[in-house]
């Protein structure tokens, strides 16, 4: 990029907010998932204005902008492919508002989201979607991947709790979607247009967030299978009975042996399936609530079964789920993780499928996740060379033939990004992608607004 261009970005953002040596730029370059291209420079902007004025330079001269939160997308969202300028969001990073009259947030994107719930629940109140990344994740990156987490089973995804946006437009205008209420239909709904878009249709720089009243109470469960069926038809037969955990967590076998071998907790070795449940809500209704689970939990075969309210004990209950996704690099270097979603009463045939295919593919291929809502992360870990890469490649196209045949989706909240971006056409009729790529033509006709990303090149 010309000189001239960074100094203009430089003389916007101040100089001590543009990172430009390689060493820096280098660090923007990936994030857990791609390892891409280098930016020509790293921007942290302190406001829209900000944003707007580096967004009308990007049409003048046609540079790349590559919005980024804290980088932890899994499918190469915020990475660079052919230079440009990232903006980073960690200085736009304040909550600008709790409403506890009307249960209201307004924040700036760079808001840590475990900081963000922290806040709220001082007040008493509760904002659901809990990536695993929530430690470190941003509100702004968890709105534009629409991401999920063990809560979504009761209380939905972040889209659920997002009433209104400011965002920058690829060309520069600064405009407001959505409402400050809990209800809003004049117009089409742009706000949900913008959640999930991948930083692909505009730079979001404020979000309002609906909260809800904290639960009262938690219940966590830990339930040990020897048999994955067992498991899996125990998640069923729960939602079945009417109850609504706020949390079911599975790990399947493979999982369990790679965390148990990583970071003990003493499971035994024969155990096929493990759920983790949570219950949450008034008092008086969370021990009913445990009750009925641990004997549906026994009805479908549980060799073991803890259940806890106190604090300490439920993270305890957590550590082999909560050290699984670090834990799976000790198998091999390089992962692959893909994020499935399937229909609940078709979980078992996804789980023969990847048992069968990891026998057959002779690479490790772990699956847990988000089994209340369907949700599998799917982990296939390799060396890192090319036959392993290719092999990979090959059981990623088995993987989502088999989850679109059992009637599911190839992205439950991770998103496409560059990742799975040739894998697009697999699930969404030509049709239906040239309408998608003529509304990104319409917001961003110089397509400078983080290109590359979604549709398959
Ligand atoms: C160990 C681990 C566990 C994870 N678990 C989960 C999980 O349970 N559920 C889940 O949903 N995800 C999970 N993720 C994925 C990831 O954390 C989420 O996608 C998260 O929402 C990304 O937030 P971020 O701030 O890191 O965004 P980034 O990775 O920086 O960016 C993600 C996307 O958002 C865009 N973006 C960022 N900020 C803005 C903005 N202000 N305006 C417009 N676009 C923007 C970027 O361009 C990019 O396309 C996990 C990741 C890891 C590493």
Not at 38 to 52: G, H, N, R, T
Not at 57 to 80: C, E, K, Q
Not at 357 to 372: C, N, Q, T, V
Request: hydrophobic share 40%; proline share 6%; glycine share 8%.
């Amino acid at each position: 990029m010309d000189k001239k261009i960074i100094e203009e970005i430089t003389g916007i953002a101040g100089k001590e907010n543009v990172l430009t040596s390689l060493e820096e730029r280098k660090c923007y370059s990936y994030d857990a998932r791609i390892d891409g291209g280098i930016p020509d420079c790293v921007v942290f902007p302190s406001s829209a204005k900000e944003v707007s004025k580096i967004l009308i330079l990007a049409n003048n001269y046609l540079f790349p902008v590559i919005p980024r939160g804290s980088g932890s997308g899994l499918t190469g969202g915020s990475v660079p492919i052919r230079g440009g300028v990232v903006i980073s969001f960690t200085r736009m990073n304040r909550i600008l508002e709790i409403d506890t009259k009307n249960l209201i947030a307004a924040t700036e994107p760079g808001v840590i989201t475990y900081i963000f719930q922290e806040e709220v629940a001082r007040h008493g109140l509760f904002y659901p979607p809990d990536p695993a990344s929530y430690k470190y994740s941003s509100i702004g990156g968890n709105v534009a991947e629409c991401a999920g987490g063990p809560n979504s089973l009761k209380y939905g995804v972040t889209r659920d709790y997002v009433l209104g946006l400011e965002v920058v437009k690829p060309t520069g205008e600064i405009i407001t979607t959505g409402v400050k209420t809990m209800k809003g239909v004049v117009g089409y709904d742009l706000t949900r247009l913008f959640v999930g878009s991948e930083g692909t249709l505009g730079i979001i720089t404020k979000i309002i967030l609906k909260l809800i009243p904290l639960p009262e109470a938690k219940a966590t469960i830990l339930a040990l299978f020897k048999e994955v069926d067992e498991a899996c038809e125990a998640v069923s037969a729960i939602i079945a009975a009417r109850i609504v955990p706020s949390t079911m967590e599975f790990m399947d076998r493979a999982s369990i042996k790679c965390s148990e071998q990583a970071n003990p907790m003493g499971l035994p070795h024969d155990i096929g399936g493990l759920l983790l449940i949570e219950v949450n809500g008034e008092r008086e209704s969370i021990a009913s609530q445990s009750e009925k689970i641990r004997s549906i939990l026994f009805e479908y075969k549980a060799v073991q079964c803890d259940i806890t309210q106190d604090p300490k004990e439920a993270d305890r209950l957590w550590q082999a789920r909560r050290t699984l996704s670090q834990a799976t690099y000790n198998l091999n270097p390089v992962k692959i993780a893909e994020d499935v979603v399937i229909p609940r009463s078709n979980i078992p045939g996804l789980i023969h499928a990847l048992e069968e295919m990891e026998k057959r593919y002779g690479i490790p291929i772990l699956s847990f996740g988000h089994a209340g809502d369907g949700n599998f992360h799917v982990s296939i870990m390799i060396q890192d060379n090319d036959i392993q890469r290719a092999k990979a490649e090959e059981a990623v196209k088995e993987i989502f033939s088999k989850t679109l045949e059992l009637g599911g989706t190839i992205s439950g909240e991770h998103g496409i990004g560059l990742a799975k971006a040739s894998y697009l056409p697999m699930e969404l009729s030509p049709e239906v992608i040239d309408t998608m790529k003529k509304i990104k033509k319409l917001f961003d006709p110089n397509n400078i607004l983080n290109p590359g990303k979604i549709f398959p090149v």
